[in-house]
T-cell receptor, first 115, second 115 residues
Framework: AQKVTQAQTEISVVEKEDVTLDCVYE???????LFWYKQPPSGELVFLIR??????QNEISGRYSWNFQKSTSSFNFTITASQVVDSAVYFC????????????FGTGTRLTVIP | DAGVIQSPRHEVTEMGQEVTLRCKPI?????LFWYRQTMMRGLELLIY????????DSGMPEDRFSAKMPNASFSTLKIQPSEPRDSAVYFC?????????????FGSGTRLTVV
């Protein structure tokens, strides 16, 4: 069965601090996809990144970086030099390639960046 | 591409009334998903379609909920009769079978309030 765990319910940081959001997943499938979405106060779900299970390279996009480690079934997300606009709920999600192709979400982490 | 289009954005209705939510997926996407987001249960999958065929409706709360996808460019989620506990944000999402570069694309959601 698929499961995504985001143990951090809420995090508060002061602007310009770095922050890491944790994500641990469970799946029996050998091929799967991992995602991060951002949900700002306006409510929409904004795609941030998609990762294939066979590509463990870490990725950096501006102030955002992702650390994918299959050995620990983790896909953590780091924001460097946080800004107030980063305040949002962040969701980690999993989709299995060989099973149903729906998307399983974690419970989300609410990040508040204090100016 | 205009993205996934949902209507209405907001819906306020009285208990017992029928509610119909609409979704237009991205052209070329062959999978469509309906999610519901509440504070208590987070983001939960209600139903999804592949090539217009319902694949898994196990997330549909009860018989009051029904979903259709008469063609590749349109889907509806109907609640009849509506109840206050149905109040939530309902998201529609679409994807291609290989998830594509951006994975799943979500609409802006419909905020439903049943009074």
């Amino acid at each position: 069965a698929q499961k995504v765990t985001q143990a951090q319910t809420e995090i508060s940081v002061v602007e310009k601090e770095d922050v890491t959001l944790d994500c641990v997943y469970e799946t029996r499938d050998t091929t799967y996809y991992l995602f991060w979405y951002k949900q700002p106060p306006s409510g929409e779900l904004v795609f941030l990144i998609r990762r294939n299970s066979f590509d463990e390279q870490n990725e950096i996009s501006g102030r955002y970086s992702w650390n994918f480690q299959k050995s620990t079934s983790s896909f953590n997300f780091t924001i460097t030099a946080s800004q107030v606009v980063d305040s949002a709920v962040y969701f980690c999600a999993l989709s299995e390639a060989n099973g149903a192709n729906n998307l399983f979400f974690g419970t989300g982490t609410r990040l508040t960046v204090i100016p | 591409d205009a993205g996934v289009i949902q209507s209405p954005r907001h819906e306020v209705t009285e208990m017992g009334q029928e509610v119909t939510l609409r979704c237009k997926p991205i052209s070329g996407h062959n999978s469509l998903f309906w999610y519901r987001q509440t504070m208590m249960r987070g983001l939960e999958l209600l139903i999804y379609f592949n090539n217009n065929v319902p694949i898994d409706d196990s997330g549909m709360p009860e018989d009051r909920f029904s979903a259709k996808m008469p063609n590749a460019s349109f889907s509806t989620l109907k609640i009849q009769p509506s109840e206050p506990r149905d109040s939530a944000v309902y998201f529609c999402a679409s994807s291609s079978r290989d998830r594509g570069i951006r994975g799943y694309t979500f609409g802006s959601g419909t905020r439903l309030t049943v009074v």
